[in-house]
């Protein structure tokens, strides 16, 4: 089977850092994204990762190891509107507009 | 414009009714979706577009049709809806490229149904 797994809630203070952890177990593997929604509000690109390595943008970067099935997105200097589920998903590799998406991260940042 | 756009925000109909969902993008993107989102779960696929042709339908009751008129256009025509379809319906579209892994979906605002 195909599994995506993320913590189900953090919470974090304003400032500070904050690291949110995907692992994967997918048949293949094409690349994996990070994506933000605030509630009530459509998915927003974060980033992409499809080689190992640390991708950064801004106060935001994501890793990839492909041999460990594992990403992590950092979140740097938090502010309060960084409070948000934060989704992971990773392209199916059989059909490459599909993505297996996880549960989403419910990140609290707090004062 | 590195936009999609969703209309209407907000939608409740009866069962019987009969309703579209409008979704417009001018980023020249040749891949259109549509995704169901349920309260605190991930987006569902529903439909995906390319070149204005169906190329992928997950199993999605009859009741829900898609339709892509032109490559910046997709609708969505509801009939006959259940009060589980509920949801957020999600807009996304992605360039078309040869290298299909190097496609990111971006996603419109959305609209909120509700089904009485």
């Known amino acids: 089977g195909q599994n995506i797994d993320q913590p189900t809630e953090m919470t974090a203070t304003e400032g500070a850092i904050v690291q949110i952890n995907c692992t994967y177990q997918?048949?293949?593997?094409?690349?994996l994204f990070w994506y933000q929604q605030h509630a009530g509000e459509a998915p927003t690109f974060l980033s992409y990762?499809?080689l190992d390595g640390l991708e950064e943008k801004g106060r935001f970067s994501s890793f990839l190891s492909r041999s460990k099935g594992y990403s992590y997105l950092l979140l740097k200097e938090l502010q309060m509107k960084d409070s948000a589920s934060y989704l992971c998903?990773?392209?199916?590799?059989?059909?490459?507009?599909?993505?297996?998406w996880g549960l989403g991260t419910s990140l609290a940042v707090n004062p | 414009d590195t936009e999609v756009t969703q209309t209407p925000k907000h939608l409740v109909m009866g069962m019987t009714n009969k309703k579209s969902l409008k979704c417009e993008q001018h980023?020249?993107?040749?891949?259109m979706y549509w995704y169901k989102q349920k309260a605190k779960k991930p987006p569902e696929l529903m439909f995906v577009?390319?070149?204005?042709?169906?190329?992928i339908n997950e199993s999605v009751p009859s009741r829900f049709s898609p339709e892509c008129p032109n490559s910046s256009l997709l609708n969505l025509h509801l009939h006959a809806l259940q009060p589980e379809d509920s949801a957020l319906y999600l807009c996304?579209?992605?360039?078309?490229?040869?290298?299909?892994?190097?496609?990111?979906?971006?996603f419109g605002p959305g609209t909120r149904l509700l089904v009485l």
């Open positions: 997918t048949s293949g593997f094409n690349g």
């Open positions: 996304a579209s992605s360039q078309v490229l040869a290298a299909k892994y190097q496609e990111t979906q971006y």
């Open positions: 577009y390319s070149y204005e042709k169906l190329s």
């Open positions: 980023m020249g993107h040749r891949a």
């Open positions: 990762n499809v």
């Open positions: 998903a990773v392209r199916d590799a059989g059909n490459n507009r599909k993505l297996i």
